[in-house]
Structure formats: structure tokens, C-alpha cells
């Protein structure tokens, strides 16, 4: 994908970038972020048939930006066994993409997570499996006594497609020790994915953003990004995610504006030029936001979803799932060409 890509950086210089984010007018980066996107892609937006599986909400990370998790043995604490995840995508006949991502539970071996895979690989054979973070994946290791690379292999050996990209939050280490302290640092988060792109498993890309980052942090966070896509060109798509504090212990912040959220995908549009998708993320960004998100840079409007447990707990409101015809309706309304994926 990544030889289709336009090649003539928009801006090398992080200062320029960081004032166009901070001070430039919304409908005239909106103007350049599509203009680069239809260089790309042209009047093509992206969706694929999809389910999420989120087998777990337990976890001991104790992030405070997640509504999500539940202590072991907390009320409302759950796991899927393989057996209820294999039934979930048995009754969906047109998947063509399975996203698996949950907590670190303790609770739960390592022949799990293969095992999962492998019966999944076995029983839908032509589906992608994308499935587990770097931060599981970091996990996995580490109760396996597994080097990051043979857990990645065994995993691929199984069926998994690629990596979901999420845990990557925000590089930066002071937003780390206030917000999420036990979780993996960026430069582990970079070397799993570099490890994995080195073994020909594909990855996306992912930022948190609204809560107590600064705009340069977004700045150099996209940078990043953009060197390791440089280096192993292994990533598919950058899904930036706008923090939901609602039932959160940051429940006192706002969540970020409408203004905010396409200034950030817009920036992203135009740092991201060797990234073949920007994904308008529906579940986050609701489904009228993202539909505008595509005349703000972005090109892939993930797809139906069916499921998500993440968002659910953090808003309080069920996931509405999309179908592909309501989806190539929204890409339609906004003048683009659906291309199922």
C-alpha cells in the first residue's frame, strides 16, 4: 500500500505543524487534509464487515482514562470463554474481519489466548483476525516466559492477521506516570510493534487525545509514528481516539469538542502521508461526527462493528451497529465512492 502513497511530505517542520494544529482555521486545514486524502484515494472511502470481541473487562493496569475494567472478582467482572466468542461470530455469516482486544487478566493462561486464535483461524478460515494489543501482547510474555518475537510467531503460526494498534495512548512519559502508570511505556509499545511489522504482521496505529495532553505531545506523538512507518512500513491505518471521560476518574474534564476532535484528524491527515487509511472511528466519534471526520482528511469508516463493550461502559449507551448498506449511505452523502474492504 505504502508505494501509492504521495510522497512529497505537506510540512517537515514540527513548528509549523504545532501552530497549524494550535492556531490554524478549522475549514482551511479541514481543505488541505482533503486535498491530500483525495491525492491518495480520490473520491474512495473505506469500511469493512466486521465484529468486535472484547473477551474481558477485567484488568489490573488500573488506567484512570477507563471506564472499562473491573477488578478481579468485582461485580460486573466478565470473561468469554473460546466457546461463547466462537458461537458470537459463528451466527455472522458475512464477516470478513474479527477485532479482539480486552483486559490484562491474570486470571487467564497463555494457551488461552492461542487457543482462541487457532479455533477461530479453524473455523473461519478466510477471516482477518485482528486481535490484542501490545499491551496484551507485552502480557503474554511475560506470563509465558516467551520473548515478545516467539509469542508473535506462535500467534501468527496460529491465524492472527494483525494488531489492533490500541495502548499506544499518547508518547508521552509525563502523561504516563499521572494517568497510567502501570501500564508499558511507549518505547515498549514501539518495540512490540516494530517486532511484529519485522515478522510480516501488520499493525494500525492509534492516539488517545482530549484529557491532559498538550498539543505538542499530539505533535511529536504523530511524528513518532510517521519515522516508524518510515522505517518498517508496517502499519495499515491511524485511528485517532477522542477520550471519553465519562465514568472515568477524569469524569471532571470535558470531553474534546467537535473542533478539536476534525483539527486533530486533519493534522493527522497531513503528518500521516506514508499511512494509506485515517480511520473516523463511529463508536467514539458518533456517527454524524464521523461522517463530517470524512471531508476532514479521513478515508475508512471502519466498519459495522456489531459489538463494542469498551465504549459502552464509558457512555452509559449500547453500540448501535451499522449495516454496510447504512454505511456506504453516509460515505454517499458526503460525495465519496464506498469500497468494501
Not at 510540512?11 to 479541514?30: P, V
Not at 487457543?115 to 511475560?142: Q, W, Y
Amino acid at each position: 500500500m505504502a508505494s501509492h502513497l504521495e510522497k512529497k511530505r505537506f510540512l517537515a517542520d514540527k513548528k509549523e505543524l504545532l501552530n497549524l494544529y494550535k492556531k490554524g482555521n478549522l475549514f482551511e486545514l479541514g481543505k488541505l487534509a482533503l486535498e491530500v486524502k483525495e491525492k491518495i484515494h480520490g473520491k474512495r472511502y473505506y469500511y469493512t464487515i466486521n465484529r468486535h470481541i472484547n473477551y474481558t473487562n477485567v484488568c489490573i493496569i488500573n488506567c484512570k482514562f477507563c471506564g472499562y475494567y473491573k477488578k478481579p472478582k468485582e461485580k460486573g467482572a466478565y470473561t468469554l470463554s473460546v466457546e461463547e466468542i466462537l458461537e458470537k461470530l459463528l451466527s455472522e455469516d458475512s464477516l470478513r474481519e474479527v477485532h479482539i482486544v480486552g483486559g490484562v487478566n491474570p486470571e487467564l493462561p497463555y494457551s488461552y489466548y492461542v487457543n482462541l486464535i487457532k479455533k477461530i483461524s479453524l473455523a473461519k478460515p478466510h477471516l482477518r483476525i485482528r486481535a490484542f494489543t501490545c499491551v496484551e501482547i507485552d502480557f503474554l510474555s511475560k506470563i509465558s516466559g516467551k520473548k515478545v518475537r516467539e509469542v508473535l510467531l506462535e500467534l501468527k503460526e496460529a491465524g492472527l492477521s494483525s494488531l489492533p494498534g490500541g495502548g499506544a495512548e499518547v508518547f508521552s512519559e509525563r502523561i504516563r506516570r499521572e494517568l497510567y502508570p502501570n501500564k508499558i511505556s511507549s518505547e515498549r509499545w514501539i518495540e512490540i510493534t516494530k517486532t511484529a511489522h519485522q515478522i510480516g504482521l501488520k499493525s494500525n496505529a492509534t492516539l488517545l487525545f482530549g484529557h491532559l495532553e498538550t498539543e505538542e505531545e499530539v505533535i511529536e506523538h504523530l511524528l513518532k509514528l510517521r519515522e516508524i512507518q518510515e522505517e518498517t512500513g508496517g502499519f495499515e491505518a491511524f485511528v485517532p481516539l477522542p477520550f471519553i471521560p465519562k465514568n472515568t476518574k477524569l469524569s471532571y474534564l470535558s470531553p474534546p469538542s467537535a473542533q478539536r476532535i476534525l483539527k486533530t484528524i486533519a493534522i493527522s491527515r497531513l503528518i500521516l502521508d506514508n499511512f494509506f487509511y485515517i480511520k473516523a472511528y463511529w463508536v467514539f466519534l458518533g456517527i454524524g461526527l464521523a461522517q463530517t471526520a470524512l471531508l476532514w482528511g479521513a478515508d475508512h469508516f471502519h466498519g459495522t462493528v456489531i459489538e463494542e463493550k469498551i465504549s459502552e461502559a464509558m457512555k452509559q449507551e449500547s453500540v448501535v451497529r451499522l449495516s454496510p448498506q447504512e454505511i456506504e449511505k453516509i460515505i454517499k452523502e458526503v460525495e465519496g465512492e464506498p469500497v468494501l474492504i
